[in-house]
């Protein structure tokens, strides 16, 4: 079992930045792919960013190209995805995720994460 437990968000005016954290339990964290999703009000739950679990690219969604930055530390066990140039429209509850060990490709569909967060508030005002 993983747990994966967000923090970071928070309220900030059009242009600002914030930096969201995911902390994870278990010992299989640098071995998982992980990612970032959000959900807006009323809307379905939509991919964010990719971070492939060894060396590699990560994948980003066209809207938030240029502007967020997904990292992590495998020694900290932890996931972090940077927003900057924020926009009323990134508002949304962001969620962390992690697909199962060793999975290859570009993963950003919901169905292929077996462990999400409970999520964390981004509200960006204009």
């Known amino acids: 079992q993983v747990q994966l437990v967000e923090s970071g968000g928070g309220l900030v005016q059009a242009g600002g930045s914030l930096r969201l954290s995911c902390a994870t339990s278990?010992?299989?964290?640098?071995?998982?792919?992980m990612a970032w999703f959000r959900q807006a009000p009323g809307k379905e739950r939509e991919f964010v960013a990719h971070?492939?679990?060894?060396?590699?690219?990560?994948s980003y969604a066209d809207s938030v190209k240029g502007r967020f930055t997904i990292s992590r530390d495998n020694a900290k066990k932890s996931l972090y995805l940077q927003m900057d140039s924020l926009k009323p429209e990134d508002t949304a509850v962001y969620y962390c995720?992690?697909?199962?060990?060793?999975?290859?490709?570009?993963?950003?569909?919901?169905?292929?994460?077996?462990?999400w967060g409970q999520g964390t508030q981004v509200t960006v005002s204009s």
């Open positions: 995720a992690a697909a199962a060990p060793f999975t290859s490709g570009q993963l950003t569909s919901t169905r292929q994460y077996e462990y």
């Open positions: 278990g010992s299989t964290f640098s071995t998982r792919p």
């Open positions: 971070m492939p679990w060894r060396l590699g690219n990560p």
